[in-house]
């Protein structure tokens, strides 16, 4: 009781994205190392002699990397249901005063579907971030330049989705909450604070019932897009294996 809900709101939305930058810095950093380690110690040169497939290698790496994630990926996920379950509830209760253009509406706490679209899009996100430490990772010599590599470009491609993620949802009113969706962090704000990251969709009624579907769409095109983007890495990799660590063998 010593904070209000628009106090709160900052701090939630602070706290989830910054656990959310942490899940994928960590997943980045655990699959970057993930075979270039095993390489560096001689262990892949072992586990080459053995009849293992490249295909069931990575696909255990991927499983194994997202199942050690899963008590992190389980703390923004199970703190934006508990609140979700607050605002369904109360739902005259937890709701924020929000600025709009020129005059002033009240917007839940968090829009409570978030709730449910966000684990989706973090889990895909997450599992993209390991198919490419992993494949950088396969690529490299040396854990310093996979995991180098990997974060240069996870960061460049996040930072372009987020830049165009933040601007559409506040110029453009229906189809920049698709767009609002397409990254985990763009997801949090938009879902957390609506009146500032999703201002065009309620520049004209409060309801916003349309770019609260586009919304719902977003998440979903983007969990399934980073999804076959995964599969279309881990394609590529399981083709290129065995040329690739063989032309690094003894390389440590």
Do not use: H
């Amino acid at each position: 009781g010593s904070i209000d809900v628009s106090l709160f709101r900052l701090l939630l939305l602070a706290i989830l994205t910054i656990e959310t930058i942490i899940i994928l810095l960590t997943a980045l950093n655990l699959s970057a190392t993930a075979v270039s380690r095993e390489r560096e110690d001689g262990t892949l040169d072992l586990i080459l002699t053995t009849p293992i497939q490249p295909g069931p290698y990575l696909a255990g790496k991927l499983r194994g990397l997202i199942q050690g994630l899963s008590s992190m990926l389980m703390v923004p996920v199970s703190s934006l249901i508990l609140v979700a379950i607050f605002v369904l509830v109360s739902p005259g209760t937890f709701e924020v005063a929000s600025q709009v253009g020129t005059r002033s509406v009240r917007l839940p706490l968090i829009l409570p579907e978030v709730a449910l679209l966000f684990p989706l899009v973090l889990i895909s996100c997450t599992a993209l971030c390991v198919m490419i430490g992993l494949q950088w990772s396969l690529r490299s010599r040396s854990t310093i330049g996979s995991v180098t590599s990997a974060l240069l470009i996870v960061t460049m491609v996040l930072f372009v989705i987020g830049l165009c993620g933040v601007n559409a949802g506040a110029s453009i009113e229906i189809v920049g909450a698709f767009f609002a969706a397409l990254s985990p962090i763009n997801l949090i704000l938009a879902g957390v604070s609506p009146g500032e990251y999703l201002s065009a969709g309620i520049a004209k009624g409060d309801q916003m019932g349309g770019t609260r579907v586009a919304l719902m769409v977003g998440a979903l095109v983007a969990s399934g897009a980073y999804a076959g983007v995964v599969y279309a890495i881990y394609v590529s990799m399981k083709r290129s294996f065995m040329m690739t660590v063989r032309r690094l063998a003894g390389n440590s």
